[in-house]
T-cell receptor
Framework: GPKVLQIPSHQIIDMGQMVTLNCDPV?????FYWYKQILGQQMEFLVN????????KSKLFKDQFSVERPDGSYFTLKIQPTALEDSAVYFC?????????????FGSGTRLTVL | QQKVQQSPESLIVPEGGMASLNCTFS?????YFWWYRQHSGEGPKALM?????GDKKEGRFTAHLNKASLHVSLHIKDSQPSDSALYFC??????????FGTGTSLLVDP
């Protein structure tokens, strides 16, 4: 089936540093998402992105967070500066269309550890 | 703010048995309902969707939706060890954002 690739699979950084999480979405998909999961528990929506713009974001998407997809390359989540509570697994997803009837395809996640 | 609660938190069924997972949601405007499955170390993968009240069957999996009761369920017939995973229901009104439930951890005991 369609594959979403996330790079790296693990990232360890010191608090206050910047981190960029990379996502290679399914090639013909137009909508992109980031979700946060702590300790194998609930998946929490962060943001969705279409046509170069953030469509919707949650309260978890703090001012220190930003997303972009320059020139059709990786869809990235940048956190600057990082905080201890940012430690989690971050999942990227993509979908062909933007409605809620569309299937989201998830990557395997990037485990972020902030020390 | 949409709240999506799942029960039970964890479930053990024997191989070949029936697993029943429940999900309640709070927003009466919810229109789209999904079940996702997540195996350890992987991202969630869509199992099935249900958008109309009633039952929807796909192979061993049957989803049931009752919007008036704010309830959706998933039943897995003839459970296999490979069904052992974390199951999430995900709910959305019109729009883009899916809200995931709290999850049910299913273990199928061979």
């Amino acid at each position: 089936g369609p594959k979403v690739l996330q790079i790296p699979s693990h990232q360890i950084i010191d608090m206050g540093q910047m981190v960029t999480l990379n996502c290679d979405p399914v090639s013909n998909h137009l909508y992109f998402y980031w979700y946060k999961q702590i300790l194998g528990q609930q998946m929490e929506f962060l943001v969705n992105f279409y046509n170069g713009k953030v469509m919707e974001k949650s309260k978890l998407f703090k001012d220190q967070f930003s997303v972009e997809r320059p020139d059709g390359s990786y869809f990235t989540l940048k956190i600057q500066p990082t905080a201890l509570e940012d430690s989690a697994v971050y999942f990227c997803a993509s979908s062909l269309g933007g409605g809620s009837a569309e299937t989201l395809y998830f990557g395997s996640g990037t485990r972020l550890t902030v020390l | 703010q949409q709240k999506v609660q799942q029960s039970p938190e964890s479930l053990i069924v024997p191989e070949g048995g029936m697993a029943s997972l429940n999900c309640t949601f709070s927003d009466r405007n919810s229109q789209y309902f999904w079940w996702y499955r997540q195996h350890s170390g992987e991202g969630p993968k869509a199992l099935m969707s249900i958008f109309s009240n009633g039952d929807k069957k796909e192979g061993r999996f049957t989803a049931h939706l009752n919007k008036a009761s704010l309830h959706v369920s998933l039943h897995i017939k003839d459970s296999q060890p490979s069904d052992s995973a974390l199951y999430f229901c995900a709910v959305s009104p019109m729009g883009y954002k899916l809200t995931f439930g709290t999850g049910t951890s299913l273990l199928v005991d061979p």
